[in-house]
């Protein structure tokens, strides 16, 4: 049995791509994780869903995972890490808890998904790792999302390189903004408001799982959905931090 694996698939951004998947009938099965069971339990779609109650933070839910996969055995043709989250801010308004959650959720979790479902993924698999524009340079205010979101681009670019000799892919999903998700009302709560005011431009989730799928199956390393990603990805490349950073501290208060 051929599944997709999607972290976050309760909402936002996971969802759009578990509904993806379903059109596109790449699998024989769809293994939706998240931590809200009524939200699982609420898609609707023709592919077989599984519907599966785990808080990737928790290391006692990766071992239950684990053993999911260790007793099933299943094919996993598809990994989506796309649970994640931010919360802006200076850094003395985000509490300690939110900053364990930021990095232990970007980072651990989903490192911890992926190294569990790696001995699972078949020949000729893609990994999507939703990673963010944030990726490419330091950004205040933003300063720990930025920062785990940096580690998870590095991660999914050298195991790109890993597992390329089993013709698996590991492709690093950087967008921009995302308008249709709870991520930026998230992101605003507990920290200063007014600290991000930019969202222009935003776009939506169908738009990036689309892309973001695409470029997967072509085996790219690096997705960025959308111009201003593609630009930002482009312009780190070659303009230093300090200068970029500069731009982000001008360009947030708009």
């Known amino acids: 049995m051929k599944i997709a694996l999607v972290t976050g698939?309760?909402?936002g951004l996971g969802r759009a791509?578990?509904?993806?998947?379903?059109?596109?009938?790449?699998?024989?099965?769809?293994?939706?994780?998240?931590?809200?069971?009524?939200?699982?339990q609420q898609i609707r779609i023709c592919t077989n869903f599984r519907p599966i109650v785990c808080d990737i933070?928790?290391?006692?839910?990766?071992?239950?995972?684990?053993?999911?996969?260790?007793?099933e055995k299943p094919?996993?043709?598809?990994?989506?890490?796309?649970?994640?989250?931010?919360?802006?801010g200076l850094w003395k308004n985000i509490s300690l808890q939110d900053s364990i959650n930021m990095i232990d959720l970007n980072c651990r979790g989903t490192v911890l998904v992926t190294q569990i479902s790696i001995p699972f993924m078949v020949r000729?698999?893609?990994?999507?790792?939703?990673?963010?524009?944030?990726?490419?340079?330091?950004?205040s205010?933003?300063?720990?999302?930025?920062?785990?979101?940096?580690f998870l681009y590095s991660y999914s670019c050298a195991l790109h390189k890993e597992l390329s000799c089993n013709n698996i892919s590991v492709t690093a999903v950087c967008p921009y903004w995302i308008s249709d998700t709870?991520?930026?009302?998230?992101?605003?709560?507990?920290?200063?408001?007014?600290?991000?005011?930019?969202?222009?431009?935003?776009?939506?989730t169908k738009t990036v799982a689309s892309k973001a799928l695409r470029d997967a199956m072509q085996m790219k390393i690096v997705s960025t959905p959308g111009v201003i990603s593609s630009w930002q990805y482009i312009l780190s490349r070659?303009?230093?931090?300090?200068?970029?950073?500069?731009f982000w501290d001008w360009f947030r208060k708009l």
């Open 9 to 11: 698939a309760s909402s």
């Open 17 to 40: 791509f578990v509904e993806l998947i379903d059109k596109k009938h790449f699998v024989d099965e769809i293994w939706g994780i998240g931590r809200c069971e009524r939200s699982l």
């Open 57 to 71: 933070t928790k290391i006692q839910d990766i071992k239950k995972l684990d053993q999911i996969l260790q007793m």
């Open 75 to 88: 094919e996993i043709k598809i990994l989506i890490n796309s649970a994640g989250a931010g919360k802006f």
């Open 124 to 139: 000729g698999g893609h990994i999507l790792e939703i990673c963010s524009t944030a990726a490419f340079q330091p950004l």
């Open 141 to 150: 205010y933003f300063n720990i999302y930025a920062a785990t979101k940096s």
């Open 182 to 204: 709870n991520f930026i009302n998230e992101a605003k709560k507990n920290g200063d408001k007014n600290c991000i005011k930019n969202f222009r431009f935003a776009l939506n």
């Open 238 to 246: 070659v303009v230093p931090d300090k200068i970029i950073m500069k």
